[in-house]
């Protein structure tokens, strides 16, 4: 009775064997059945019974053998324990899926934490990114509001807050004063000393400018050697005096760059803004303000000339 990992087979003459003493053994017509697992009677014509994927346990074999036409003659039992090979044993079976619950479990931690660094990597990038956005974002709004080379606002962000100085003054009932400036006699020093130095005396001349002002004035690099100031909330009876105070604060500006000194003037022409005495619009203060400078340089250079905007001069207008 051999016993291979799946299955038993009673074969001839292990199967006719049972009935061994039985004389005209070729004659018998041998049946089985297999206690515990199937409990008719099978013919086995060949003398080979087979048992396929034994589930483990105990079985008893049975086996009768007759003459045909003749009552039985004699039956045998036989006892057969199947034990499975290791590999087919439940604990086996247990241990696999055990096994397999184990590592599904260990891949889902392992995918869990790989995505967790990747979400974490995503979320470095992404404020990486948003930082280097914002700084690339903020030095276009730096380049697009102030002057390169004097660190001053730009012709368009000086042109815009004195539309919204306007506006505020407008709103409130303030005053401002518009007050353009131009360096007197400055291709001068680009032909004395040179043009990089020319571009230092523009930042010197800006640095002068930034320290008369306050705070909540503006001012700007309008053209080449050529300033826009705005000067908010100036009562209208020191408008005057506050723009000649200015210049004196900001024209024979003694320049010292190395081994080179000089003095710088300039001319200015400015006109006052009163919304309860008039509403010209800021074309019309810039245009007072230019006809104002240019009477300071046809006056000699290096003075201050005043038009009051509500009261302009024939034909400045
Ligand atoms: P005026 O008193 O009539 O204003 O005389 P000016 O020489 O100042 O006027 P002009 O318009 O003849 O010359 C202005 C000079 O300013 C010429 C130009 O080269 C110089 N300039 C303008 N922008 C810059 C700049 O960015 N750097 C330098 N170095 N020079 C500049
Ligand atoms: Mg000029
Ligand atoms: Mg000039």
């Not at 815009?160 to 360096?183: C, P, Y």
């Not at 050697?225 to 900001?250: C, D």
Request: proline share 6%.
């Amino acid at each position: 009775m051999p016993a291979t990992s799946s299955s038993i087979v009673f074969a001839a003459p292990p199967l006719p064997n049972l009935f061994a003493g039985h004389r005209n053994r070729s004659e018998l017509v041998l049946s089985y059945r297999m206690q515990g697992l199937q409990p008719e009677w099978v013919e086995a014509p060949d003398g080979v019974a087979v048992f396929s994927a034994l589930p483990p346990g105990k079985y008893t074999f049975e086996a009768i053998a007759r003459n045909p036409g003749e009552r039985k003659l004699r039956d045998g039992k036989r006892s057969c324990p199947y034990s499975p090979p290791w590999w087919r044993t439940n604990w086996f079976y247990a241990l696999c899926t055990l096994a397999v619950l184990l590592l599904l479990y260990l891949g889902d931690r392992i995918r869990a934490r790989n995505l967790r660094e990747r979400s974490l990597q995503l979320e470095s990038l992404v404020s990486e990114r948003t930082r280097e956005l914002e700084a690339s974002q903020e030095l276009l709004r730096i380049q697009a509001t102030y002057d390169g080379l004097t660190g001053m606002l730009n012709r368009v962000a000086v042109l815009r807050a004195l539309g919204v100085e306007i506006e505020r003054a407008r709103r409130q009932g303030s005053t401002l004063i518009v007050a353009l400036i131009d360096l007197d006699h400055f291709k001068r020093v680009n032909d004395l000393y040179g043009h990089l130095v020319g571009d230092d005396a523009l930042r010197w001349f800006a640095g002068a400018v930034g320290t008369a002002i306050r705070a909540y004035d503006h001012a700007g690099r309008y053209g080449g050697e050529e300033f826009l100031l705005v000067l908010t909330e100036v009562p209208p009876a020191i408008a005057e005096q506050r723009v000649t105070a200015l210049h004196s604060a900001i024209s024979n500006l003694t320049v010292r760059l190395e081994d080179i000194e000089f003095t710088l003037n300039c001319s200015v022409g400015a006109t006052f803004f009163d919304p309860s005495s008039g509403s010209p619009n800021a074309e019309a203060l810039l245009s007072i303000a230019d006809q104002a400078l240019y009477e300071a340089k046809s006056a000699g250079r290096n003075r201050v000339v005043f038009r009051d905007a509500a009261v302009p001069e024939p034909g400045n207008l």
